[in-house]
């Protein structure tokens, strides 16, 4: 079970990611902050695994904040919430050493998304974000090529409608793993559902080799 703290002063926003995030398996939130020095506070006496940051909190920068937080939790997972999409602040917050970036400006599953990637030690940074990186460098490769070994795997049995439990069995894996494995693939593929995994693999003629 991973433990995470929530640190924004808007108490609707606190309650909405709470709410999704507790709809998750592994995670759980253990303290809600309106303040910088509330999750300072929080995080020293704590120590929770993850932290998901809005930058702009009374009290405090939310970018010095990050340097702060790590100081009382070296080891904790940072995720920033913005309403900021633009430079310098998403490269000064990776700087400094969070480990995600999403803009409120999309969907809110896309935190449970970073939060399940940045739990496997990858960068996660919000579809939005990601879509003008590569509109800049002209265009990329196909996403699947972005998945591992194993999130391939997962990929294709999600593709076929298999679910979690089944995945793990047929894997050799927990069903943990695989809930895991499944947010970087949607992450990775900015897919929001299997049926868009589905539609993927149909295009690429893939389902045919399961026939």
Same mark, same amino acid.
């Given at each position: 079970?991973?433990?995470?703290?929530?640190? $924004?002063? =808007?108490?609707?926003?606190?309650?909405?990611?709470?709410?999704?995030? *507790?709809?998750?398996?592994?995670? *759980?939130?253990?303290?809600?902050?309106?303040? #910088?020095?509330?999750?300072?506070?929080?995080?020293?006496?704590?120590?929770?695994?993850?932290?998901?940051?809005?930058?702009?909190?009374? &009290?405090?920068? +939310?970018?010095?904040?990050?340097?702060?937080?790590?100081?009382?939790?070296?080891?904790?997972?940072?995720?920033?919430? %913005?309403? =900021? $999409?633009?430079?310098?602040?998403?490269?000064?917050? !990776?700087?400094? &050493?969070?480990? +995600?970036?999403?803009?409120?400006?999309?969907?809110?599953?896309?935190?449970?998304?970073?939060?399940?990637?940045?739990?496997?030690?990858?960068?996660?940074?919000?579809?939005?974000?990601?879509?003008?990186?590569? $509109?800049?460098?002209? &265009?990329?490769? $196909?996403?699947?090529?972005?998945?591992? #070994?194993?999130?391939?795997?997962?990929?294709?049995?999600?593709?076929?409608? =298999? %679910?979690?439990?089944?995945?793990? %069995?047929?894997? &050799?894996? +927990?069903?943990?793993?695989?809930?895991? =494995?499944? #947010? %970087?693939?949607?992450?990775?593929?900015?897919?929001?559902?299997?049926?868009? !995994?589905?539609?993927?693999?149909?295009?690429? +003629?893939?389902?045919?080799?399961?026939?």
């Amino acid at each position: 079970m991973y433990s995470i703290v929530l640190i $924004d002063d =808007h108490a609707i926003v606190r309650e909405g990611f709470k709410r999704l995030i *507790e709809l998750e398996s592994g995670i *759980e939130v253990v303290a809600e902050c309106a303040s #910088a020095e509330e999750g300072l506070e929080a995080v020293a006496r704590l120590r929770p695994d993850l932290i998901a940051l809005d930058l702009s909190m009374p &009290g405090g920068s +939310g970018l010095s904040m990050i340097e702060r937080l790590l100081d009382c939790a070296p080891q904790c997972q940072i995720v920033v919430l %913005s309403m =900021h $999409d633009s430079e310098p602040y998403i490269s000064e917050a !990776l700087r400094r &050493g969070a480990s +995600g970036y999403v803009t409120k400006g999309v969907a809110p599953e896309e935190l449970v998304a970073g939060l399940r990637t940045v739990m496997q030690g990858e960068r996660y940074l919000s579809s939005d974000l990601r879509q003008r990186e590569q $509109d800049r460098m002209g &265009g990329a490769p $196909d996403p699947l090529q972005r998945l591992t #070994a194993r999130e391939r795997d997962v990929f294709m049995l999600l593709a076929v409608g =298999h %679910s979690p439990k089944r995945i793990a %069995s047929e894997l &050799g894996i +927990g069903q943990k793993t695989v809930y895991i =494995h499944r #947010a %970087s693939v949607m992450s990775k593929l900015m897919a929001g559902s299997e049926l868009d !995994l589905y539609r993927m693999a149909m295009e690429r +003629g893939l389902l045919n080799s399961l026939s």
